[in-house]
T-cell receptor, first 112, second 114 residues
Framework: AQSVTQLGSHVSVSEGALVLLRCNYSSSVPPYLFWYVQYPNQGLQLLLKYTSAATLVKGINGFEAEFKKSETSFHLTKPSAHMSDAAEYFCAVSESASKIIFGSGTRLSIRP | DAGVIQSPRHEVTEMGQEVTLRCKPISGHNSLFWYRQTMMRGLELLIYFNNNVPIDDSGMPEDRFSAKMPNASFSTLKIQPSEPRDSAVYFC????????????FGEGSRLTVL
């Protein structure tokens, strides 16, 4: 069965610092992988997705993620955090891009 | 362009009452998903439709829950009778096709069952 594990329910970084949100997946077939962001009182919004075209995926707002099959990881990074990046981030996996399973989420806080 | 529209945004009801949540997907999208979000269980996929047909309802927790999609522009999620443990935010999402992985979410319906 497919699943994702997000390491760290809460991450806090200083403005301008590197953002690293960790995600490991489990899938019996080559997976589709996604990162979504949720701002307070809103629905989720797609940040980026991996569909086997390239291992380094660039998304919106300066975020990117790298697919590492050997580590079954799909960590999300951003070189320099901005106050507006404060939100909850969800890693998600799908074996068919139809039934998408979300991780438990990581709340990102930005310190001034 | 209008996004996914959900109603009501907030619902407070008493245990045993019927609750109906509504969703209007983005025009032209032919896949629709219902998710439930709680602190304890995170985001759970309840059911999804493709071309108005339910494809997978294995996430529907109990027979008290039912979902319909009578046409391409409307879906309902019904809980009858409601229980306090049903309190959650219910999200509807739509996508252009079933296999893109890009879901467009509504703002959610926050349900509180007393």
């Amino acid at each position: 069965a497919q699943s994702v594990t997000q390491l760290g329910s809460h991450v806090s970084v200083s403005e301008g610092a590197l953002v690293l949100l960790r995600c490991n997946y489990s899938s019996s077939v080559p997976p589709y992988l996604f990162w979504y962001v949720q701002y307070p009182n809103q629905g989720l919004q797609l940040l980026l997705k991996y569909t086997s075209a390239a291992t380094l995926v660039k998304g919106i707002n300066g975020f990117e993620a790298e697919f590492k099959k050997s580590e079954t990881s799909f960590h999300l990074t951003k070189p320099s955090a901005h106050m507006s990046d404060a939100a909850e981030y969800f890693c998600a996996v799908s074996e068919s891009a139809s039934k998408i399973i979300f991780g438990s989420g990581t709340r990102l806080s930005i310190r001034p | 362009d209008a996004g996914v529209i959900q109603s009501p945004r907030h619902e407070v009801t008493e245990m045993g009452q019927e609750v109906t949540l509504r969703c209007k997907p983005i025009s032209g999208h032919n896949s629709l998903f219902w998710y439930r979000q709680t602190m304890m269980r995170g985001l759970e996929l309840l059911i999804y439709f493709n071309n108005n047909v339910p494809i997978d309802d294995s996430g529907m927790p109990e027979d008290r829950f039912s979902a319909k999609m009578p046409n391409a522009s409307f879906s309902t999620l019904k809980i009858q009778p409601s229980e306090p443990r049903d309190s959650a935010v219910y999200f509807c999402a739509s996508s252009f096709t079933l296999n893109t992985g890009e879901l467009f979410f509504g703002e959610g319906s926050r349900l509180t069952v007393l």
